[in-house]
């Protein structure tokens, strides 16, 4: 059975919201982390209103684009999916931690936007997909 590319891209975009939840979750309940986002820092970064508006725009991008990659059509999809990928992979390279597990995720989550960008890249102009049943 041969998937078709809107739903691949979609559901890799799941499985990288999915790892960036899990890796915040993680993240949360290491040691002297809560007590640093207590007193205003995460690690040294001051968090500002700022701060916090620019992380919540970059967490938007794979939930909008699980949808968007489903409804879009070919060519504004590829597109979409591109820039995205490229953002989210220097996001999530860029702002995370050195804890193993952090660094885990973040190798799962630049994979799978690889993957994303390579498939929106190839994208063939006759995209089949075959329904079971």
């Known amino acids: 059975m041969r998937v078709g590319t809107k739903a691949r891209i979609s559901t890799l975009w799941i499985v990288v919201l999915c790892n960036m939840l ?3 979750i993680l993240n949360f309940i ?3 982390t809560i007590q640093g986002f207590m ?5 040294s970064l001051r968090i500002t209103s700022a701060i916090l508006l620019g992380s919540a725009v970059l967490l938007e991008i794979p ?4 949808y968007l990659s489903r409804v879009l059509e070919r060519p504004a999809n590829r597109l979409a999916n591109v820039i995205a990928g490229v953002v989210t992979i220097v996001f999530t ?3 995370g931690t050195v804890n193993l597990h952090s660094v885990f995720f973040t190798a799962v989550e630049v994979a799978c936007m690889s ?3 390579w498939y929106a890249w190839r994208w063939p102009a006759q995209d089949t997909v075959v329904r079971p049943g």
Do not use: R
């Open 22 to 24: 899990f890796a915040d």
């Open 30 to 32: 290491t040691p002297g």
């Open 39 to 43: 007193t205003g820092y995460a690690g």
């Open 63 to 66: 939930i909008l684009m699980i």
């Open 93 to 95: 390279t860029v702002g």
């Open 115 to 117: 993957l994303i960008v």
